[in-house]
């Protein structure tokens, strides 16, 4: 257990639902870092906070994807319109944000499961 | 862009010590290399991480060479709960963060008995 929690765990939708997934960091760690990742393949970036401040979204992060970290503290991720492809793991990640270096500490992650 | 390479798969047995390399031929001065490992349906965990020379730490060792353009995990006596996913990723927060955020394909580790 690292710390971080996400929640759910698991989340079963229909095509065209919306979800939301919530993750919860480590307390002292000010950036926070969404991924997904499909059977056989490595993570892949969505997007990352610096506190509140949302500084990096990856193009692959489509205008269906909504990520927020109000307060700088847990950050919410929002697929709107759900597709099948959109089935994969979600994982969260936080770091203590040093200037250069980061160690990113993750969650157990999220498996979303669109039918 | 310091992009990776690593060797997708590598096979070893109980005991044994385990070196996997990445090559990352275009690393910028600026940054870090650093190692995870991940479980099936577990989200990865830092290994280790290092800019030069050699480093260690209670789980690993970590090789990087003057030029920097290549690093080496070394995992001593592995065991079969070794067996996982290794990710190298090559980068900084400050002026490469895309880079460090990248894992790539990996290497699947098999350790057999």
């Known amino acids: 257990d690292t710390g971080v929690s996400q929640d759910p765990r698991h989340k079963i939708t229909k095509r065209g639902q919306n979800v939301t997934f919530r993750c919860d960091p480590i307390?002292?760690?000010?950036?926070l870092y969404w991924y997904r990742q499909t059977l056989g393949q490595g993570p892949e970036f969505l997007t990352y906070f610096q506190n509140e401040a949302q500084l990096e979204k990856s193009r692959l992060l489509s205008d269906r994807f909504s990520a927020e970290r109000p307060k700088g503290s847990f950050s919410t991720l929002e697929i709107q319109r759900t597709e099948q492809g959109d089935s994969a793991m979600y994982l969260c990640?936080?770091?203590?944000?040093?200037?250069?270096?980061?160690?990113?500490?993750f969650g157990p992650g999220t498996r979303l499961l669109v039918l | 862009l310091a992009k990776t390479t690593q060797p997708i798969s590598m096979d070893s047995y109980e005991g044994q010590e385990v070196n996997i390399t990445c090559s990352h031929n275009n690393i910028a001065t600026n940054d870090y290399i650093t190692w995870y490992q991940q479980f099936p349906s577990q989200g990865p965990r830092f290994i280790i991480q290092g800019y030069k020379t050699k480093v260690t730490n209670e789980v690993a060792s970590l090789f990087i060479p003057a030029d920097r353009k290549s690093s080496t995990l070394s995992l001593p006596r592995v065991s079969l709960s070794d067996t996982a996913v290794y990710y190298c990723?090559?980068?900084?927060?400050?002026?490469?963060?895309?880079?460090?955020?990248?894992f790539g394909g990996g290497t699947r580790l098999m350790v057999k008995p």
């Open positions: 990723l090559v980068g900084d927060m400050r002026y490469n963060a895309g880079n460090m955020l990248t």
């Open positions: 307390s002292e760690h000010n950036r």
């Open positions: 990640a936080s770091g203590k944000g040093l200037a250069d270096q980061e160690t990113q500490y």
